[in-house]
Structure formats: C-alpha cells, structure tokens
C-alpha cells in the first residue's frame, strides 16, 4: 500500500502552488536541495512524474495536479482532525454554530432559545460567515454545526436535518417602479426591471456568467442595491439585513428554499445531538 507523510503532502502543496523550488524551500522554512531531493523521492515512490521542469520554470503535470486537488483536502481534513480533537477533550468549551450572516433569522433566534432549554445545554458560539463559507468551516473543524440552504450551499458529507422551507423575494431600491408592486415573477425580475442580477459564488467559488456585479459580501450587496446598480432574489427570511433604502417583494415562482441543519457525521457529542434534537423541535413549530 503506498503511504504518503503529511510533511510530503505539504513540500509538495508548497511547490504546487509557487512553481518554484527557491520560493517554496523559502515558504517551507528549509534549504532547496532537501526540498528538491523530497520531491524526486515522492516521485519515484509514487511512480509518476509530477512536475514538468526545464529552464523556463515548473510546471504540474496531470498527475500532478491529481495530487495537488487531493493533498489540499488531505492537510485541510488532518487540521480538521486536530480542531475537533482539542475541543472534545475542553470539557467547558461552547458549541459553534456557523450559519450566513442574516440568514434565517428568527429561526435561529427561537433554535437558541429552545436549546438554552435543555438539561445541560452548552454555551453557543454564533460563527457569522458570508455566502457558501457555512461547509468549509463545518469540515475543517472550526464549527460543530451550521445552518445551510438548499439548493445553494453545500451538503455532501455531512448528516442533515430539514428545519423550514420558504419562498424567495426580491430585493429592490426602495424608488424602483417595481417596488410597489404586491409580487413578481422571474421574468419581471430578470426582463422588466431593467437592472442586473447581482452573482454570488458557486459552491466551487466560481461566478455565473452574467452582467451583474460579482458579491460576496452582505454589506457590499446592500450598499450596491441602495445605490441602484443591482438586484438580488434571497430567501424571504434574509430579509433581516435590509436597510430602509431598499424593498422586498415576494417572487411568487421562484425556488422554494430549505434551511438545513448540517454537522460531520462523525460527531458522538451529546450537546451537538442536544442541538440537534432543539433543531427539528423549532423546525416543527414553523
């Protein structure tokens, strides 16, 4: 069975990403040669060869970049193995629950209550993030649980429970001629009212093409709305961040949104089965 260290994984990685042996050695802490010596034994080990090198520079190779995609995930899951480790073994350490900053609001505000309810309930660490961060920072360790949306974020691999579903609305300048309207339609939204979508990113960080401004953060957003760039169609409880310059009006036919209560499917903590179980009682009182 080929076995790979995790100080090969990280010499590589540091190659990987400079494309170069100086600046990776410099990077790493150590000199070139060891560095260069580290690769070609992986190599040889491995039975591939994983970086193109002549005098213009370094280059990966497809088995390179195999390797690159999977070291990544690697080190960042051995992180995620340490985090958990040290706060299983803090017998007073609080829970942490990451979710979207002004997502789902009042669900998490009664989720908090019902929880602090509980025999022995822990301290909860709310974890504010912006758009598609909430399953980066449940996987490497930083929280234990997070509120999600589907169709949007990102679940696989993790255990899920259903909480509520909602419909979507628009968000508009408060002077725009559509927003005095009672509802409107997708069509309206992307055809009639004469200003671009705003994008967010994809689970893989990547932009849909289009010719609204690429945002990611919920305080650019607003102030790009108030000032009559762009529009935006958000689950009807995210309407918590709006500012008085802006309206929201019901899209009658888009996707229905599900908030999701998501955590690694290796956790035996009883206080995160405590939440758990907090979850699915606030869920049915929607």
């Known amino acids: 069975m080929d076995y790979l260290e995790t100080r090969e994984l990280r010499y590589f ?7 170069h042996f100086g600046r990776a050695a410099e990077r790493l802490g150590i000199a070139q040669p060891p560095l260069s010596r580290a690769i070609g034994q992986l190599e040889r080990r491995l039975g591939v060869q994983l970086l193109d090198r002549d005098r213009r520079g370094v280059a990966l190779t497809e088995a390179g ?3 690159l995609r999977e070291a990544m995930a690697a080190l960042d899951a051995v992180a995620a193995v340490a985090r958990r480790t040290k706060r ?7 829970l942490v629950l990451v979710t979207k900053a002004g997502a789902s609001h009042e669900l998490l505000r009664r989720l908090l209550d019902n929880y602090a309810n509980e025999p022995d309930a822990a301290p909860v660490e709310v974890l504010l993030c912006e758009v598609g961060e909430q399953a980066g ?4 360790g930083h929280a234990d649980v997070a509120l999600v949306h589907h169709p949007y974020d990102d679940l696989a691999g993790f255990d899920t429970e259903n909480l509520s579903v909602e419909g979507q609305v628009a968000i508009l300048p408060a002077q725009h001629p559509l927003a005095a309207r009672d509802q409107l339609t997708l069509a309206e ?3 009639v009212a004469g200003l671009p979508i705003a994008r967010w990113p994809r689970m893989d960080g990547t932009y849909p093409d289009g010719p609204g401004p690429e945002v990611h953060t919920q305080s650019k957003l607003a ?5 009559g760039k762009t529009l935006l ?15 929201a009006v019901p899209v009658i036919d888009a996707p229905e949104v ?16 405590a939440l758990v179980r907090s979850a699915i009682a606030t869920g049915s009182e929607a």
């Open 13 to 19: 990685v540091a190659v990987a990403e400079e494309l």
């Open 65 to 67: 970049r195999v390797l």
């Open 88 to 94: 299983a073994g803090d017998t007073k350490r609080s």
């Open 137 to 140: 920072l449940l996987r490497d």
């Open 189 to 191: 939204v992307s055809d």
């Open 223 to 227: 102030q790009l709305v108030a000032l």
């Open 233 to 247: 169609v958000i689950p009807a409880s995210s309407r918590a961040w709006q500012w008085p310059e802006h309206v």
């Open 258 to 273: 599900t908030t999701v209560l998501a955590w690694p499917p290796s956790t035996r903590s009883q206080a995160v089965a």
